[in-house]
């Protein structure tokens, strides 16, 4: 392969580039954001925050699983911060749940995503709350900690009821 | 050019290479090994946690590199080439077969038998267990009998398994917890389970991997690991139908060749890439391919096809509890007799399926924040249960794996096309399967208000092997039941691709069976003090 074709190619996926600062100036906006899209059991802040560190973390270009059955080699896609910015602004700071879903219809969102998918910041933060473990014990109202490693120990109760 | 001997050439660094290397450095200590993977060395456990979390986090590849990109097969179902190989991120089941897999001709009239006696296989499936550490629980069946207990107690049932059982019982079916290469207790240098639910990248070791085999091995002075280096063709002697030399490139210097002699070879990369390089080794004495004078090299490859359906019940499952242990129902193994053929597992795990969190009410309506915790809430009120039938089918000849000539990798090696095809009893019986299997679903829908969500058929035939299949017969076979090929004395395929069919269930422990008794015919080619 050409220098010239790899860069591009990197360039397309985003491999390479620095990330963005997110949420940059659109915190606040963010955050209220949170406010509308999250129960309200959750602190909308610290979600606010935890959902900007995972957008930080995210690495545009890294492999993906091709588990067994699903062959296809493929990677993460970039992520649209610059969007994201864009359409938290658009929002503002006291977005209503009618602008928000106005938003995500405007978008296209008709799921919710698996993972966070790069159509709208509002559909991808709910998507990294509501996915995650977390949000399971939550609606369950139950430690229940799927993601966490536990002892087997006691495994053949139910999990301890949250209140 | 580099030349390498050793007395054992294994090619391919998978579960197979793992357990026959390290059981064939215990008969002859004194023997020099070495094995040949086209993969990367995966060994970093110290990472596993990181990986796993980067996986759960960002849907990341929890094997980074686990694969080689332009090494890839139409109809393959797994892209992983590491040293481990695909049994770096198995569930780690170990089921067993039953007597009729390997008796399907002279019980039931159909396919094949194989040329092994179920109380030999039944000697060195005790072996694999051990050797893997399995924690299983002894089967109701008096059929499925044992000759030694399982190496560790069973895993331990979660409530939602509990619930499961108690509702998939009131069928009159028995089931009992999946066996598992898990540790449930510290075994064999390596941690207990602390039940993390990401089985496909254990992280602390307490599911069986090839690599720590490798790592013990790698402790002993006459075993070496070549990996990033992919064997292109086996070449034979001068005047005699053994195998002289392996021919192979190293990834990171393409233009050197390489070559590994030995007194013997063993090929163990798989279903797949095991026909592969036979048919790849092809000259002007075996013009089709070594050890295929048959015409059978990558014919007859198997797996086995299964059915699906989710399962809501009257029951309070708690989804992540732990996810990938599940529970097996072996009655089905048997057929009834005067029924027609029809043979499968029956398994049962907990699910979250019907009961995810979504963006829209059944209205179209979207919803936010509390209210679609709400609604979550009010799905998830009721439990889930994930069931599949693994079941039994039969290949035909041209089920095979070719050599396809669109696809070369950067050497220009043409790579496999793999196509499964039933044989016609197979394909005559599959309405009456599928009849059966609806009548199975609704049998079980019917307690606790049981309602079938959703019922589906694999496209693909799950847990693939053959393509070298063993028998008797050097006409109708590649190899014995050794492993040895009936074309070249010193030539044996182990693993996957000796099977001739694939049962009805998870086929690890059982070609790591054989595996280790083809181990003890190799060391049989060598003085004990050799």
New interface residues.
Partial sequence: MQRRTLLSWMAALGIGRAQEPFPGGQAANLRALARVVLPSAVDAASAADGFAQWVRGYRAGAEMDHGYGFTRLRTKPALPVASYAKQLAALGPEPSAEAVAAALEEAKVAELPRTPDGRHVASDLMAWYFRSSDANDLCYRAAIGRDKCRALAGSENPPKELR | MPVHESDVCIIGGGISAAVLALKLSELRPGISITVIEAGNKLFDLENRMRYRQ?????????W??D?I?DQ?AKG?????MAVGG?AL?WGGTCNRFSEEDLRLKSMFGLYTDWPIEWAELEKFYCEAERRLGVSGEPSPHPEDRRSEPYPMAA?????NL?ELRRWAEKTGIPFQTTPQAKN?QPYDGRA???????C?IC??GARYSPDFTFKRLLARKNFALHERTLVRKLVLAEGRPAVAAAQAVHRDRPEEALEYRAPVFVLASGYCWSPHLLLLSACSRFPNGLANSSGLVGRYLCGHAFLSAFIEIDA?I??????QHGLISRQFFRVPRGGGFVRHDLRVWES?SGH?????AGDG??L???A??AD??AR?RRGTARVRGYYDVHPDRESSLTLDDSARNRWGDPMPAIRHRPDAATEAREPAVREHFRALFDRLAKNDNGKILSTSAGN?W?HPAGGCRMGTDPAASVTDSFGQTHDHENLFVVGSPTLPNAGCTNGTLTFTALTLRSAERIAERFRRNG
């Fill in positions: 980067r996986s759960i986090e960002y849907a990341e590849n929890p980074p590199g694969f990109e890839t393959v179902i797994s892209r992983t695909s991120h895993m331990a049932m979660t409530h509990i449930t207990q389970c602390i039940r993390c639910n990401t496909t992280p602390t309070r708690y989804p992540g509890m732990n996810e979250a995810e969190p979504r963006l829209r309506r979207v936010l924040g509390d679609l915790l979550w809430r998830s693909y799950d």
